[in-house]
């Protein structure tokens, strides 16, 4: 284990125990387990409740002796003794308060160690997936999960076990006094109950509703040139606004609710509170106690019913914790686990494709069935069809983007969907029909953002694509920002970074989805000269186009129509057939 891991785990005593019973309710995941293996944290956490509530009970004594023996003997000395031990106490108190409120914050942040990068991964799963709303959206759910976990509503949990203590000490004045606040307790936390249910519903509405307005401005924000370019503004404001007004109509209900729920609570603890000062003056009026508990009363009452007053304030940001973990359950639980550490040597590329049939998620309809092919090492394969045979598809599950139905993708013998995603992905390259860049250099966007890759390694992988002296040309040449999304190049500019960064290590496995769709002339050439390099490599290369003329360097044919293969085998064999009316059944051309 890295010794940053260990470190981690000593700080915030985390570690591969047995775990509670008292926490084994919660899922088998990797949240799951890190809420279960952070029990320590908690329990010294609970443990410091304890003290900080024991030593609260230096008030409502230091009342009683000031009133019980200071106010009798006129002692000045007994006065200040008492005072300075007291105050003493209450910063012991503090102190410890401190300590509880720091140990929950670092254990929010192993938390956040331990889960963050899952989620992350589990977030692009679910975007590869093509599920609605997967967005940044798992990161804020982990970060409002973490921040009410760790903060003033957790800490008014912590003191609610405690309540009993201050009950105890009331029963103990009088069992009147005792009972009293207790009937206040129970009628303070059936409010709360009622307050929940009544928030409930309006609240799940709206952030389901605020979750689909942000995801629909989001996508709104990606294509704002063809919204202006349309005059598409209007429109999108309308459905933008169907689910805003349900954001704030239910929200609003909800904080309605809620403030009324607030209010009777606020109103039925200062009733109590007052309920309990006029019975100790009827109890000290009648000789029961001393008058010196009058002051104690209130206080011990006071601190009883205080953690359900907090834990009411807190509603709305426990509500969002609760909603907010079990989208994250829901996240983790459909993610794909992950596949086996084990490193595989750099693949020679022979690339063969067995029986598969592949439907998008929701969809009944197969776009891809019943291919077969295979590729030797260093042959380049072209693939071309109408628009919706199930080209880009193909792409996606050659590189083990995605899964197929039936049938298996292998590279070398080895599944590319289970194969570790960071290993695979250092022996293959993959140009995407939609070329997307990161905010950052150049230079990063080729090198992929990975550390260990050199400034050679990246001017190589530009000088293979033909984009050196284009990068070059650039303001800052590899230092230039592209901007968010790679906007400030052209569409022909990020297509051939994007090649560069396909390129990057002298891939053994290239998949090029449509590389020449922006391209111009010398952009086209400089394609074909890095095709050919690729292929003096040895590389083992697939190339996806409508335009027939990237194919000069392909060995091999692919032709699909309809989701199924129609023609397959040496190019100029295929290309013959093509130019000739094709026959209705599927078949493929054998080598000469």
């Given at each position: 284990?890295?010794?940053n891991q260990l470190a981690v785990r000593w700080r915030y005593g ?446 190589q992988a530009a000088q293979l694509a033909g984009v050196h002296d ?123």
């Open positions: 284990m890295p010794a985390l570690d591969e125990m047995k775990f509670l019973t008292f926490l084994s309710d919660i899922p088998d995941n990797v949240l799951g387990r890190a809420l279960r293996e952070g029990y320590r944290p908690a329990l010294v956490a609970f443990g410091f409740s304890l003290v900080s509530n024991l030593l609260y009970l230096a008030l409502p004594l230091y009342t009683y002796q000031v009133y019980g023996r200071v106010m009798t003997s006129q002692s000045q000395a007994t006065l200040w003794s008492l005072t300075f031990i007291t105050l003493l106490v209450f910063a012991v108190s503090s102190v410890i308060d401190d300590f509880r409120a720091r140990i929950l914050i670092n254990y929010g942040v192993a938390l956040d160690q331990r889960v963050s990068g899952r989620i992350f991964a589990s977030l692009f799963d679910a975007a590869v997936r093509g599920e609605p709303g997967a967005r940044a959206q798992a990161l804020r759910d982990l970060d409002q999960f973490r921040q009410s976990l760790t903060g003033i509503a957790a800490a008014a949990i912590f003191d609610v076990p405690w309540i009993p203590v201050f009950l105890f000490a009331l029963f103990i004045i009088d069992p009147l006094v005792g009972w009293v606040t207790l009937a206040g307790a129970l009628i303070l936390l059936g409010l709360a109950i009622a307050q929940a249910r009544a928030t409930q519903s309006a609240l799940r509405d709206a952030n389901e509703a605020a979750l689909k307005s942000y995801s629909f401005t989001d996508a709104a924000l990606r294509n704002g040139e063809v919204v202006r370019a349309m005059g598409m503004l209007p429109t999108l404001g309308q459905a933008w606004s169907k689910y805003r007004a349900v954001t704030i109509e239910r929200g609003a209900a909800a904080a309605e609710a809620s403030n009324m729920y607030n209010d009777i609570i606020k109103a039925v603890r200062m009733a109590f509170q007052v309920l309990i000062v006029a019975i100790g003056a009827y109890l000290i009026m009648k000789g029961t106690i001393h008058s010196g508990l009058l002051f104690a009363n209130m206080i011990l009452a006071s601190r009883a019913l205080q953690p359900i007053e907090k834990i009411v304030g807190s509603w709305d940001p426990l509500n969002n914790m609760v909603a907010a973990y079990g989208r994250l359950q829901n996240l983790l639980a459909k993610a794909e686990a992950p596949s086996s550490a084990t490193t595989l040597p750099r693949p020679l590329g022979k690339l063969s494709v067995e029986g598969v049939n592949f439907a998008p998620p929701g969809m009944q309809r197969l776009v891809l069935g019943n291919i077969n092919f295979a590729l030797e090492p260093s042959e380049i394969l072209g693939v071309i069809g109408p628009s919706g045979a199930g080209k880009s598809t193909l792409a996606r599950l050659l590189v083990g983007i995605w899964k197929p139905l039936q049938g298996v993708v292998r590279l070398d013998g080895a599944d590319v969907f289970t194969w570790d995603r960071a290993d695979f992905g250092r022996h293959v390259g993959y140009l995407p029909q939609d070329t997307e860049l990161f905010a950052g250099t150049v230079r990063n966007n080729i090198a992929r953002f990975r550390p260990d890759v050199t400034d050679e390694e990246v001017v284009l990068i070059l040309r650039m303001p800052k040449g590899y230092d230039t920002e592209v901007g968010e999304g790679g906007t400030v190049l052209s569409a022909g500019q990020r297509q051939r970074v994007g090649l560069a960064r396909a390129m990057l290590a002298k891939p053994a496995f290239v998949v090029l989805d449509e590389p020449n769709a922006n391209l111009d002339a010398e952009g086209e050439d400089a394609l074909m000269r890095a095709i050919d390099a690729m292929k003096a490599n040895g590389a083992t290369v697939v190339i996806i186009s409508h335009k027939p003329g990237v194919f000069r360097a392909a060995d091999k044919m692919l032709v699909l129509r309809d989701g199924r293969v129609e023609l397959f085998g040496p190019r100029d064999q295929v290309m013959a057939r093509l130019v000739k009316p094709a026959p209705t059944e599927v078949r493929a051309v054998e080598a000469g």
